[in-house]
């Protein structure tokens, strides 16, 4: 069975080449582009959670996986900053509310 689970990654890039937008689709089409699942793109924009991330939803799925994750990304001081939660589509909802959010609203970076 899944479980919930998050990453974080930090790139330095140059900020004024870059935003939020841009490497958040980066991120998702190599992220997505050689995974052996369905991908379904659920949503994308500025995060209602979290206003200064730029985020992806989408689902993977196949006869025996059901994923669902939500990337958040934001271009700040030439660093990019991703961070991805997933879990089971069925249990995604709550756990991204309950589990996750809190932490990520506790983000801070330097």
Do not use: H, W
């Amino acid at each position: 069975a899944f479980r919930e689970n998050f990453n974080i990654q930090v790139f330095d890039i140059n900020f004024d080449l870059y935003s939020s937008e841009i490497v958040a689709n980066k991120l998702y089409e190599q992220g997505t582009s050689e995974v052996p699942y369905t991908v379904e793109l659920v949503s994308e924009g500025f995060s209602k959670e979290m206003s200064d991330f730029y985020s992806i939803e989408y689902k993977l799925s196949d006869s025996t996986t059901n994923v669902q994750s939500k990337m958040f990304c934001k271009v700040e001081k030439g660093k990019a900053y991703s961070i991805i939660f997933s879990d089971s589509q069925e249990s995604f909802k709550d756990n991204l509310n309950e589990v996750f959010l809190p932490i990520i609203k506790s983000f801070e970076n330097e």
